[in-house]
DNA sequence: TGTACATCAGTGAACGCGCGTTCACTGATGTAC
DNA sequence: TGTACATCAGTGAACGCGCGTTCACTGATGTAC
């Protein structure tokens, strides 16, 4: 008997929701990254009020003193991965050789925010998901969640920037340049959605990187 | 009060659920039509069994001397789906000029194939998330509910096809043929996705088909 | 330094909702004799 | 041609679940005097 009880108690044990103060101290940023962990592990459907404020350990209606709403949250943690996705695109670029030739900087430039766009759909799936969901019609932040990396810089402007380079390094005519991130952007999102959970995970998941790197070539040089 | 009454009645009027026998007819049939349409207005997540057998003025269990599941009634309406964007790629084939040289025949044949698939994300937006989902695995049909249209292929198979023409009349080299279905597919996949519902929704939505044909050009070259 | 009081972050209980699914049933259909 | 009966497609009622959200509340905190 006792076993029993002590085992249906432990699951929930990693992060007791007792508290010993009344107030929290601060709910708005547990729930958030409640709200996270949840997307983490189902994408944007997971990302359930009274889940996040059960891992707070605090009454449902709690949340309500720092989210309008379940959306609110939601959009609070859309904010977080797609800055997470800038963290990742940014990870990438400080890995380049400074010293390369402008062109070869230029493209390197480009294909480091694909890649790290890549590697971070591949290793959050669900926060992924969340970040490009398909009622996800803004990228824009707020001030108090921005969608921006250390940088400053959000996923798209990053891009846009690496696409920048290119024409300024005198490697794409300048003619070309206006709507050249629609057509990266599809490419290398197309190809995280079709692996990350879609028709392709199985055959070509394994082989990410370099399946990533063959799409890249393509952009390179189709653009 | 008898207004308000009449007015509450009315909404559901347009198709009575009203059944003269007691047998029904053709549920199975009519319950994925239902289907089909919740996924045509909400995407994946409104196919709703209560809701379907609602529509076919059915009791909510009776669903179940058709479907196993919930899940099996999307899998039919994927599968549906499926077909659907395969009947659209073959008519964007239908439209070449058989009389064209090989080479240009073949290079026209990808872009149709693209060019179908990116007209139905834009004209079914619903269903075609729905073909696509995150967690749709497979592309593969059943007897009962195949994936392919008319002439029996389903889109990805539909997309090699082409390909393989593109190595035929000597465009592409043949060492450039494996997984050059996964690049070209990532490419419109991902412009679908992120206009159809997403980000670039409102920017890039209007422009469709020219973006479009400014991707295939990308890929075209690319490949 | 001490006290009164406004502020506000949490609680407790409840609401209505809609879902998928199961149970024991009933009525229509088609087939064997 | 008529009847008994098996088959099976539907019904009716109910289940347990979990959700978002609202209400009136209570207890802790910080500030003004």
């Given at each position: ?18 508290r ?32 996040a ?25 859309r ?29 390197a ?62 490697v ?12 990266a ?27 990533g ?11």
């Amino acid at each position: 008997m006792d076993s029993v009880h002590i085992s249906l108690e432990m699951p929930k044990s990693a992060k007791p929701p007792v508290r010993e103060t009344y107030r929290h101290g601060d709910l708005r940023r547990t729930l958030l990254e409640a709200g996270i962990d949840l997307a983490r592990a189902g994408g944007p459907d997971a990302v359930v009020l009274r889940e996040a404020t059960r891992r707070a350990g605090v009454a449902p209606n709690a949340a309500y003193r720092h989210f309008a709403s379940r959306e609110a949250l939601l959009q609070a943690v859309r904010a977080a991965a797609l800055s997470a996705v800038a963290a990742a695109m940014e990870a990438e670029l400080a890995r380049l050789a400074a010293d390369l030739p402008p062109a070869d900087l230029a493209r390197a430039s480009v294909r480091a925010v694909g890649t790290g766009y890549l590697r971070y759909a591949q290793a959050e799936p669900g926060l992924f998901r969340t970040a490009f969901a398909a009622s996800d019609k803004f990228l824009k932040g707020t001030p108090e969640f921005p969608t921006s990396g250390p940088g400053g810089l959000n996923p798209y402007e990053l891009l846009g920037a690496a696409l920048d380079k290119l024409v300024q390094a005198g490697v794409m005519p300048p003619q070309r340049r206006p709507g050249a991130e629609v057509l990266a952007w599809s490419a290398v999102h197309g190809l995280a959605m079709l692996v990350i959970d879609g028709p392709l995970a199985a055959p070509v998941g394994p082989q990410m990187y370099q399946v990533g790197q063959r799409l890249l070539d393509m952009v390179e040089k189709g653009l």
